[in-house]
């Protein structure tokens, strides 16, 4: 991650997403959404099937995976699959150098903040597990675990920090963080070995015009 700090020197503001890009978490996703599958009688994935099926609104990852399910159900799978993913959650790491380059950042007095699909009270068990909760100045998650949309909570972000857009960068992992970043008209920068196989994340048509980058991180 420490590779990273390079490319946001432009910057005065750093959004990151946290599931993927801060927290090397895609295995306890596989762990906590196969004892579902199997209920179901659906066949179990691996971290590659994962990588390469998931996407946002989760609903649709859900579907993708064989979930035929009325709303009802998916919020009570939802809670579920979370209730597992925290109970694993000891099991999981932030990513190399990540600790590290957000106290770098943070000397080089940038302002810190997350942008998640995970609800608020989720995002502020994560981090302070990890023990980064000082890093950060605006801390952004949604009122429930749908996981569906993170752009409202984005302009609300940014309408909070008051920093301009041409000083802001989104850090993430997956599509939905570009669409998040260009809904917000922010430069995005987009990490492999997150939740979204490099090869998705490479193939996706990116306009030249907003500076869009794919950054590879070293395991």
């Known amino acids: 991650m420490l590779s990273l700090e390079s490319q946001l020197k432009p910057f005065s503001h750093v959004i990151w ?3 993927g890009t801060l927290v090397d978490d895609a295995h306890i996703c596989v762990e906590a959404v196969n004892p579902l599958l ?18 946002f609104p989760v609903w649709d990852y ?4 064989g979930f035929r399910i009325s709303p009802e159900e998916f919020d009570q799978l939802s809670h579920r699959f979370h209730d597992r993913y925290h109970a694993l959650l000891p099991t999981a790491t932030l990513f190399d150098g990540t600790a590290e380059l957000l106290a770098l950042l943070k000397q080089q007095n ?34 429930h675990r749908a996981a569906d949309s993170k752009v409202a909570r984005g302009r609300e972000l940014m309408a909070e920090s008051q920093v301009p857009t041409h000083e802001t960068v989104m850090i993430g992992d997956t599509l939905h963080d570009l669409e998040v970043g260009e809904a917000l008209g922010i430069e ?32």
């Open 38 to 55: 199997t209920e179901y009688g659906l066949p179990l994935i691996d971290v590659d099937i994962y990588r390469r099926f998931f996407r």
């Open 17 to 19: 997403d946290m599931n």
């Open 110 to 143: 940038k302002k810190l903040s997350i942008l998640t699909a995970a609800r608020t009270d989720d995002l502020h068990a994560v981090i302070k597990h990890f023990g980064i909760s000082t890093h950060f100045d605006h801390l952004f998650g949604l009122s």
């Open 188 to 219: 995005v920068i987009l990490l492999t070995g997150g939740h979204m196989s490099e090869e998705r994340l490479s193939r996706h048509p990116f306009d030249p015009a907003k500076k869009t980058r794919v950054h590879r991180r070293s395991f």
């Open 62 to 65: 859900y579907c993708d995976l």
